[in-house]
């Protein structure tokens, strides 16, 4: 099983706050998905990087793809009250491998 | 939003009965999924689908079976429900299950289900 490590496990931070979380592993991703979850629902993909070194824009939401495709961060700016959720990454190891879930990075944004 | 309905949303159920939950897709992706949530263990994948009757088991697929006759339909079920499979249930689709960047899966509202 190829794990995908998230970090930190919580975050609670004022509105206006940037922050950075991370995905990381040991092993090497064909690609790499982020997903947001909110209370009661199920996850929303947000971004998939596929490059080493690609970098995606969504409004605040910047995400990387680390050189060697084996980690990858999220960076948000100017946090905002709608941005709590759960953000789960996942990865697919290979071209024929089935997708593994990090276990998740709870996001709390207070107003 | 991807059209999946999970049914029931809830279910509260005894210790050795047994479950069926039900995911339908009005998108016609081939691949369907079903996983469990849990604290402490994130999204796990029980059992995956590629295809009418075509289905293969995941990372946590005991004490739990699969059927897939309609494309659009994929259900899960607990044949004697435990405690241990309270949980939350999700149900995944996606056209590809492979490729680089293309296994991009949508989600159902997820089943609650707890065995008393």
């Known amino acids: 099983t190829q794990l995908l490590e998230q970090s930190p496990q919580f975050l609670s931070i004022q509105e206006g706050e940037n922050l950075t979380v991370y995905c990381n592993s040991s092993?090497?991703?064909?690609?790499l998905q982020w997903y947001r979850q909110e209370p009661g629902e199920g996850p929303v993909l947000l971004v998939t990087v596929v490059t080493g070194g690609e970098v995606k824009k969504l409004k605040r939401l910047t995400f990387q793809f680390g050189d060697a495709r084996k980690d990858s961060s999220l960076h948000i700016t100017a946090a905002q009250p709608g941005d709590t959720g759960l953000y789960l990454c996942a990865g697919a190891p290979g071209a024929n491998s089935k997708l593994t879930f990090g276990k998740g990075i709870t996001l709390s944004v207070r107003p | 939003d991807a059209g999946i309905t999970q049914s029931p949303r809830h279910k509260v159920t005894e210790t050795g009965t047994p479950v069926t939950l039900r995911c339908h897709q009005t998108?016609?992706?081939?691949?369907m999924y079903w996983y469990r949530q849990d604290p402490g263990h994130g999204l796990r994948l029980i059992h995956y689908s590629y295809g009418v009757k075509d289905t293969d088991k995941g990372e946590v697929s005991d004490g739990y079976s699969v059927s897939r006759s309609k494309t659009e339909d994929f259900l899960l079920t607990l044949e004697s429900a435990t405690s241990s499979q309270t949980s939350v249930y999700f149900c995944?689709?996606?056209?590809?299950?492979?490729?680089?960047?293309?296994?991009?899966?949508?989600f159902g509202a997820g089943t609650r289900l707890s065995v008393l």
């Open positions: 995944a689709i996606s056209e590809s299950g492979s490729g680089k960047g293309k296994n991009i899966q949508y």
């Open positions: 998108e016609n992706h081939r691949y």
């Open positions: 092993s090497v991703f064909s690609s």
